[in-house]
């Protein structure tokens, strides 16, 4: 049987993990919480976790496994769990790999509910966050000790746009028995295979790209099977006995289950659908991102652009290195004042008013007074976000209408 190497073949023909009674070309929507069983017998099988059927959709259900089985093909992973949001992603993985007392190093350069999480949400918990700079590998490896259980990188900062050496990271965390858990939000799976950059636990915000124009909330677990959980004082009583598959087991008998921050079902199928058009709906953004970085940069309006892709950003060797010719479908720019950014956004029409990235419509924010505004000016500026600051998510429209949208805001 011919086995498909290209991506979005790949996912478009991915067999379902069971046959469907109808031979549907989509799995189906299965929207019921539970499942019957044949006997008392199976019952206590399913339950005890040793056969393979559903028992209760918070804990499994078929159409969130099609997509769960997805992006293993996709990706090469050895296990995929999809739940709730990106946000629900990183509460799951953190809060399995610490415990009170522990640590995490992580950039001070995050998105906003991801440094609140970090700085406050799992300090209540005993748990220590040590924000450095990721850049800088000194710092990063003088932070950890025998307390510390991850290492935390986004690929893409947002919005400060950031891209840290993974590699790199992966050495330094490794060389201390720490898995390298990454936010691959910025860059989709077409683009980036997080397990060939030294990646351990790979965490999704499946609400962007994937979900096929922000149709739905969800997110991602990725779990490569490189680690070796031995090495990790929560998990190596369950390595000793699951092996690689010891975070898994963990994650899936207890920590997701009794969080129950599951997927829903419908968001699954809608997140199955919007996989299958990634590839070309992420190119045509990437294609409308580079345009109007080159475009906005020619405007006396704007004082400065900030892309990745473009030669004058200072992480754009290390972008093409890790992302080749996608470096992620996302800018920022500087005006001269928070008014000039305010009666600029005002006056758009085809672009819109609205937080989110990667829908197929172009959305702008200013990120200082929305994403960040429970932050003092001085965290702010700590953590790179200026009042002068704009993002821009380009999406699929065409680039000329766009264009034409920012010279009238201008004018």
Known sequence: M????????????????????????????????????????QMELAFQGRIPVHAYSRISN???????????????????????????AISNVILLLSSAGSNIVVSRHLFGNTFVFFESTIRDFGIEARFCDLTNLQEVDSLMDDKTVALFVETITNPQLEIADLEALAKVAHAR???????????????????????????????????????????????????????????APLARKFGPMAFHYKLRREVFRNLGACLSPFAAYLQSLGLETLEVRFTRAVENCRELSDFLAQLPQVKHVN???????????????????????????????REACFNFINRLHVIRRATNIYDNKSLIIHPASTIYCDFDPEKRASIRVSDTTLRLSPG??????????ILQAFA
Do not use: C
């Open 62 to 88: 078929p159409t969130v496994e099609n997509l769960e089985a997805r992006i293993r093909e996709i990706t090469g992973a050895l296990n995929v769990t999809a739940v709730s949001s990106g946000m629900a």
């Open 307 to 337: 892309y990745p892709g473009r030669e004058d950003s200072p992480y754009h060797a290390l972008s093409t290195k890790q992302f080749g010719d996608f470096p992620g479908a996302m800018l920022t720019f500087d005006l001269a004042s």
């Open 177 to 235: 028995n720490v898995p390298l858990v990454s936010d691959s939000t910025l860059t989709p799976f077409h683009v980036f295979q997080a397990g060939s950059w030294g990646v351990d636990i790979d965490v999704v915000s499946s609400t962007k790209a994937l979900s096929g124009g922000a149709t739905s909330i969800g997110g991602l677990i990725i779990d490569y099977g490189k680690f070796d959980w031995s090495k990790s004082a929560k998990l």
């Open 396 to 405: 699929i429209e065409n680039a000329e209408d766009l264009k034409a949208d």
């Open 2 to 41: 011919l086995k498909p190497k290209g991506f979005s073949t790949k996912v478009i023909h991915t067999p379902f993990v069971r046959e469907d009674a109808n031979r549907a070309l989509h799995q189906p929507i299965y929207s019921n919480a539970a499942f019957d069983f044949e006997s008392a017998e």
